[in-house]
Structures are given as structure tokens and as C-alpha cells.
Nanobody, 124 residues
Framework: QVQLVESGGGSVQAGGSLRLSCVVS????????MAWFRQAPGKERESVAG????????YYADSVKGRFTISRDSAQNTVYLQMNSLKPEDTAMYYC?????????????????WGQGTQVTVSS
């Protein structure tokens, strides 16, 4: 079974930075679409960023464009989310997800495997 393990969350001041990591147990899936989602209490899980397989094309939610960067290190079966200029509204549980194929989607059902999440808290 494919397992995803996130790390790098924590508490930071507004304007600070964090780098989230997601290690995928099966390298095949690390080469599929990989994406980050987040969910704040009482809110629906939302797409944050994704990186496709092959071309490594990326997409970002409007709320994080210019501040977050998704990348992958295929040799280490790892995807990253560099988060800069963090805002209190970025506070959420962040989840790494592995897609069922090469192409990315913001539809939750397109992702076959999910990590357990890592908490990001941004104070004002």
C-alpha cells in the first residue's frame, strides 16, 4: 500500500516561511501528479498546489500564488511545498496527495492516496 508522510509543519509568525515535505513510499506514485491540499476547522478541504507527472507543470490556488512553490525530488520520492510570506489565513492542516495518474486535478476524488496531514499555524 502506498503511504505518504508529511513533515515540516509548525507554528510561525505572519510573514514567515515553512517548507513542507511529503515522502512517498512507492516511487511510481511520486512520479504521478502530486498535490497539496489544506483544511481549516469547519471548512472544506481545498486544493493548494499541484505538480503533474512528466512535465512537472504546476498550478496554484489563487490565494497562494506568488507565495507558495510546489516541487519534487523524484530521486528521493519527495514532494515539497515551500510556503513564504505566510498569513494567518494559511493556518490549516496540510495534506499531501498522490494522484491516480499523471495529470493533476483539484477534484479530491482524483487522488488515490493521502497523507495524515501536518499542521501549519500562522500567528498574526
Amino acid at each position: 500500500q502506498v503511504q505518504l508522510v508529511e513533515s515540516g509543519g509548525g507554528s510561525v509568525q505572519a510573514g514567515g516561511s515553512l517548507r513542507l515535505s511529503c515522502v512517498v513510499s512507492e516511487y511510481t506514485y511520486s512520479r504521478n501528479c502530486m498535490a497539496w491540499f489544506r483544511q481549516a476547522p469547519g471548512k472544506e478541504r481545498e486544493s493548494v498546489a499541484g505538480i503533474s507527472g512528466g512535465s512537472d507543470s504546476t498550478y496554484y490556488a489563487d490565494s497562494v500564488k506568488g507565495r507558495f512553490t510546489i516541487s519534487r525530488d523524484s530521486a528521493q520520492n519527495t514532494v515539497y511545498l515551500q510556503m513564504n510570506s505566510l498569513k494567518p489565513e494559511d493556518t490549516a492542516m496540510y495534506y499531501c496527495a498522490a494522484g491516480a495518474g499523471v495529470y493533476c486535478s483539484r477534484w479530491l476524488a482524483r487522488y488515490a492516496y493521502w497523507g495524515q496531514g501536518t499542521q501549519v499555524t500562522v500567528s498574526s
